[in-house]
T-cell receptor, first 115, second 116 residues
Framework: EAGVAQSPRYKIIEKRQSVAFWCNPI?????LYWYQQILGQGPKLLIQ????????DSQLPKDRFSAERLKGVDSTLKIQPAKLEDSAVYLC?????????????FGPGTRLTVL | AQKVTQAQTEISVVEKEDVTLDCVYE???????LFWYKQPPSGELVFLIR??????QNEISGRYSWNFQKSTSSFNFTITASQVVDSAVYFC?????????????FGSGTRLSIRP
């Protein structure tokens, strides 16, 4: 079974530029999560989708961050415009209602550096 | 409020030593799960164990063991006879469960370095 795929793995941009990350969850996983992991900290949930609907986006900075999962499969997270403090690893995870409670499968992440 | 505290930021031990990673949590929920994840240098979070709030039995899996004590809100992780491959950042996490969704709250992680 293929794992969670993310691209790109690394991205360097200048502040005020825009950037987009892509995630393809494990096939059949209805729930998709985007996390932000700042260096030295644990991952923080940004947004959670159930199929193509948003379940929780309470910690998403909506003035600059947006995410979509139009067909209920893959997802895109966008930052526009980026700030220095957005430098972090962005992790995508997915889970299945048939899986063990709370178990999420993580992708390798996209490391964003904002200069 | 939900919170997970991993007070040990970094630990360094020599190979074959035993090492314990501490985790203390706060929650008002009666039903919750506790997890440990490993994050090797590759960056991917790897699931290690899940324990539900009603099961306080300790668990052993090979060189890994977990001690869950509800009375002290702790879920500590011990690696016996550590190996260099155990070097990674380890995260303790608390999961609230509601309906079909779950929300993980992670601790800040403990960076474990095993020296040969």
């Amino acid at each position: 079974e293929a794992g969670v795929a993310q691209s790109p793995r690394y991205k360097i941009i200048e502040k005020r530029q825009s950037v987009a990350f892509w995630c393809n969850p494990i096939s059949g996983h209805a729930t998709l999560y985007w996390y932000q992991q700042i260096l030295g900290q644990g991952p923080k949930l940004l947004i959670q989708f159930q199929n193509n609907g948003v379940v929780d986006d309470s910690q998403l900075p909506k003035d600059r961050f947006s995410a979509e999962r139009l067909k209920g499969v893959d997802s895109t997270l966008k930052i526009q415009p980026a700030k220095l403090e957005d430098s972090a690893v962005y992790l995508c995870a997915s889970s299945s209602p048939r899986g063990s409670p709370g178990e999420q499968f993580f992708g390798p992440g996209t490391r964003l550096t904002v200069l | 409020a939900q919170k997970v505290t991993q007070a040990q930021t970094e630990i360094s031990v020599v190979e074959k030593e035993d090492v314990t990673l501490d985790c203390v949590y706060e929650t008002r929920d009666t039903t919750y799960y506790l997890f440990w994840y490993k994050q090797p240098p590759s960056g991917e979070l790897v699931f290690l164990i899940r324990r539900n709030s009603f099961d306080e039995q300790n668990e052993i899996s090979g060189r890994y063991s977990w001690n869950f004590q509800k009375s002290t809100s702790s879920f500590n992780f011990t690696i016996t006879a550590s190996q260099v491959v155990d070097s990674a950042v380890y995260f303790c996490a608390l999961i609230r469960l509601y309906s079909s969704a779950s929300k993980i709250i992670f601790g800040s992680g403990t960076r474990l370095s095993i020296r040969p």
